[in-house]
């Protein structure tokens, strides 16, 4: 006799079946989301606890020197000077880096979004045959 097993994906009681949090699902009717569909702590519109006066969230905020913003002025994780923890030991962004393999570089050693042969140029074929006429 066989037995029949059910694997049933189940990420708790604070998922919803869409396999999204309950209070951020626009389908379910989410209490975390505001009249515009987004999360109500950093809507500008609805001016959310996380948005400071210059309509910018707060911990990233130069202005209101937000936690997140340090003594050069820049973010925390970016900063050269701080020792961010972006910053490789090669002293570069960590996701471009090209010694450390960053997640930015493509097989070719290039920048993903800028390497040509990942992504070929596309061409407008309506000015491609006008060219040639």
Known sequence: MESIRIVVDCRGPK??????QKS???????????????????CVDCRGSQICPHKKNKVL????????????????????ECGG????????HKYYCKKCGGKGICE??????????CKPIKVN?????????
């Open 24 to 42: 951020r699902c626009n389908e379910c009717g989410g209490k975390g989301l505001c009249k515009h569909n987004k999360t109500k702590e950093f």
């Open 61 to 80: 905020c130069k202005e209101c020197r937000g936690s997140q913003i340090c003594t050069q002025n820049k973010q925390k994780s970016f900063c050269k």
């Open 108 to 117: 070719h050693k290039n920048q993903k979004y800028a390497c040509k042969k």
């Open 85 to 92: 923890r972006q910053i490789c030991h090669h002293n570069k």
């Open 15 to 20: 998922y919803c079946t869409h396999n999204k």
């Open 125 to 133: 074929q309506s000015s491609f045959a006008t060219s040639f006429r």
